[in-house]
Nanobody, 117 residues
Framework: QVQLGESGGGLVQPGGSLRLSCAAS????????MGWYRQTPTTESELVAMMSDSGSTHYGSRLRSRFTMSRDNSKNTVYLQMNNLEPGDSAIYFC???????????WGQGTQVVIPS
């Protein structure tokens, strides 16, 4: 079983930056995908970014220019650097782990990002 630990959310002013972290522990395996979705009370869940074990990365539309995902394999941790944040980025960001073997995804507890307008 994989467990995820998230950190890094908070409140920043428009134009500011935040870095989210998501650490995986447990039976990680060699093939997987990790990333983030975000959600607000009034919007559907939206893919933010994801990265495979090979390093292939995919970003949600309109986010690639401001968001960058990276990882530290030695720590089984992925990071999401978010720059030039806008009020529309306010949401709860949920880290996920896809085992890539057809079994269910694992979700983090979520971390809140607030960008006041």
């Amino acid at each position: 079983q994989v467990q995820l630990g998230e950190s890094g959310g908070g409140l920043v002013q428009p134009g500011g930056s935040l870095r989210l972290s998501c650490a995986a522990s447990g039976s990680i395996g060699s093939h997987y995908v990790m990333g983030w979705y975000r959600q607000t009370p009034t919007t559907e869940s939206e893919l933010v970014a994801m990265m495979s074990d090979s390093g292939s990365t995919h970003y949600g539309s309109r986010l690639r220019s401001r968001f960058t995902m990276s990882r530290d394999n030695s720590k089984n941790t992925v990071y999401l650097q978010m720059n030039n944040l806008e009020p529309g980025d306010s949401a709860i960001y949920f880290c996920f782990f896809d085992p890539s073997d057809g079994s269910r995804w694992i979700w983090g507890q979520g971390t809140q990002v607030v960008i006041p307008s």
